[in-house]
């Protein structure tokens, strides 16, 4: 082959008309959008192809499990953090308020009120105690994402587990503000009104829905193990969230209804309350399901929308000459 020297290039170079072998400024604003939808089109087709040989009910199951232990460690230890970075007044406080938005079914505002207790009076030994049993949702979640894809690991528990735990750090800065858009929707509630009813729905939901993000991506991309790509992530993150706020929603709205929940159950109202809640807590986790196939899903398609971008808008270069 023909050695090319600068002279060369300098020739080859100026022989080429001006913008040849780019793309226009609107053609390629035009190619992302384009690029985008085709990406976004992609997204249901690929999350029903990661289902296929997969019971994503029986997996929800099994994350529920893991879920029904960890969640009342894992709200004693919040309300006990924040408490720290506060004090245990002011959670009393912002807990209280809390209550008052709840509806009298099932005791509602009195669990909330106990869980506010708990955490405020938790001492170091147990936090300690409480880390174990919280930590076991990690476990949960990373056996339950993993089962999506087609890596193998060991000692995927303590994985799970060990990378479940910084998020505890992040707990108070999430839960803070939450209580205080509590305290803002209990205002909201006792003026009443149409504007103030929507209001107190908005704030409800997109606080709920920031609070959630950062532990869903969190969860996604550290506790599941993923190298997902953080514009995926981050549309993934948010979508689940934001799906998520909408049933909380739902389920505040469950317990407000005139309904007989141990009539099933020979008029236990107990054994009934606690088999709605599982069955709550687990079309919570099909939702989080759904919401990392399709994260999974969007990566792989804006990964190979990237790819064929790429190779279309290399520029031409002159056969026999070193394009470097």
């Given at each position: 082959?023909?050695?090319?020297?600068?002279?060369?290039?300098?020739?080859?170079?100026?022989?080429?008309?001006?913008?040849?072998?780019?793309?226009?400024?609107?053609?390629?604003?035009?190619?992302?959008?384009?690029?985008?939808?085709?990406?976004?089109?992609?997204?249901?087709?690929?999350?029903?192809?990661?289902?296929?040989?997969?019971?994503?009910?029986?997996?929800?199951?099994?994350?529920?499990?893991?879920?029904?232990?960890?969640?009342?460690?894992?709200?004693?230890?919040?309300?006990?953090?924040?408490?720290?970075?506060?004090?245990?007044?002011?959670?009393?406080?912002?807990?209280?308020?809390?209550?008052?938005?709840?509806?009298?079914?099932?005791?509602?505002?009195?669990?909330?009120?106990?869980?506010?207790?708990?955490?405020?009076?938790?001492?170091?030994?147990?936090?300690?105690?409480?880390?174990?049993?919280?930590?076991?949702?990690?476990?949960?979640?990373?056996?339950?994402?993993?089962?999506?894809?087609?890596?193998?690991?060991?000692?995927?528990?303590?994985?799970?587990?060990?990378?479940?735990?910084?998020?505890?750090?992040?707990?108070?800065?999430?839960?803070?503000?939450?209580?205080?858009?509590?305290?803002?929707?209990?205002?909201?509630?006792?003026?009443?009104?149409?504007?103030?009813?929507?209001?107190?729905?908005?704030?409800?939901?997109?606080?709920?829905?920031?609070?959630?993000?950062?532990?869903?991506?969190w969860g996604f991309r550290v506790v599941g193990?993923?190298?997902?790509?953080?514009?995926?992530?981050?549309?993934?993150?948010?979508?689940?969230?934001?799906?998520l706020s909408g049933f909380l929603q739902g389920?505040?709205?469950?317990?407000?209804?005139?309904?007989?929940?141990?009539?099933?159950?020979?008029?236990?109202?107990?054994?009934?309350?606690?088999?709605?809640?599982?069955?709550?807590?687990?079309?919570?986790?099909?939702?989080?399901?759904?919401?990392?196939?399709?994260?999974?899903?969007?990566?792989?398609?804006?990964?190979?929308?990237?790819?064929?971008?790429?190779?279309?808008?290399?520029?031409?270069?002159?056969?026999?000459?070193?394009?470097?």
């Open positions: 082959m023909t050695a090319t020297t600068p002279s060369d290039r300098a020739q080859v170079s100026r022989a080429l008309p001006p913008g040849a072998g780019e793309w226009p400024r609107e053609d390629a604003g035009r190619g992302r959008r384009q690029g985008l939808r085709s990406a976004l089109r992609g997204v249901v087709p690929g999350v029903r192809d990661r289902l296929v040989g997969r019971d994503l009910a029986l997996i929800a199951a099994g994350l529920t499990f893991y879920a029904g232990i960890a969640v009342v460690p894992l709200l004693v230890l919040s309300f006990g953090l924040t408490a720290w970075l506060t004090s245990a007044e002011r959670v009393h406080q912002l807990g209280v308020r809390v209550a008052e938005l709840l509806p009298e079914q099932l005791g509602a505002p009195d669990a909330v009120a106990r869980l506010v207790d708990a955490g405020a009076r938790l001492d170091l030994v147990g936090a300690l105690l409480a880390l174990l049993p919280m930590s076991l949702y990690g476990e949960g979640l990373r056996r339950a994402l993993l089962r999506f894809g087609a890596r193998r690991e060991g000692m995927t528990g303590w994985r799970g587990r060990l990378a479940a735990l910084p998020l505890l750090l992040l707990t108070p800065v999430l839960l803070y503000p939450l209580l205080l858009a509590a305290s803002l929707m209990a205002d909201l509630a006792a003026r009443g009104g149409l504007a103030a009813t929507a209001g107190q729905v908005a704030l409800g939901y997109y606080s709920v829905l920031a609070a959630l993000t950062v532990p869903l991506a193990g993923s190298r997902v790509r953080w514009p995926a992530l981050t549309a993934g993150a948010l979508f689940t969230a934001a799906c389920f505040v709205l469950f317990l407000g209804l005139p309904l007989d929940l141990g009539a099933p159950f020979g008029g236990l109202d107990l054994v009934g309350g606690v088999v709605a809640l599982g069955l709550w807590l687990f079309a919570l986790h099909v939702v989080v399901l759904c919401g990392w196939l399709a994260t999974q899903s969007l990566d792989q398609e804006l990964a190979r929308h990237s790819a064929r971008g790429q190779a279309v808008g290399r520029p031409p270069v002159e056969p026999g000459l070193d394009p470097g």
